[in-house]
Nanobody
Framework: QLQLVESGGGLVQAGDSLRLSCAASGDIFSRYGLGWFRQAPGKERELAAAITWSGGNSYYADSVKGRFTISRDNAKDTLYLQMNSLKPEDTAVYYC?????????????????WGRGTQVTVSS
């Protein structure tokens, strides 16, 4: 079973950058598509960015397109999310999640394994 642990969250100012990391263990990393979800207070969890098992394809929500970049290093079993030009509306708990190969990596129900999340707070 895949275990996921996020890191890199924190408190930043609007316009700043932050990089999140997600370290995986317990299974073969490249068997999974991966995603970064986020959930703001009082809002539903949303898929912010996702990447296929090979890294060859990616998806971004319109709200983060052009500012966030998702990447993965299969040799290090690690997923990343580079977040630039952060806005107060990016404030949320960010979760790393894994979807087995063969499932659609853009569908939330495809994600079977989840980390515990890391808080990102962007002040104005």
């Amino acid at each position: 079973q895949l275990q996921l642990v996020e890191s890199g969250g924190g408190l930043v100012q609007a316009g700043d950058s932050l990089r999140l990391s997600c370290a995986a263990s317990g299974d073969i990393f490249s068997r999974y598509g991966l995603g970064w979800f986020r959930q703001a207070p009082g809002k539903e969890r949303e898929l912010a960015a996702a990447i296929t098992w090979s890294g060859g394809n990616s998806y971004y929500a319109d709200s983060v397109k052009g500012r966030f970049t998702i990447s993965r290093d299969n040799a290090k079993d690690t997923l990343y999310l580079q977040m630039n030009s952060l806005k107060p509306e990016d404030t949320a708990v960010y979760y790393c999640a894994a979807s087995p190969v063969g499932y659609s990596y853009t569908v939330t129900d495809s994600y079977l394994f989840w980390g515990r999340g890391t808080q990102v707070t962007v002040s104005s």
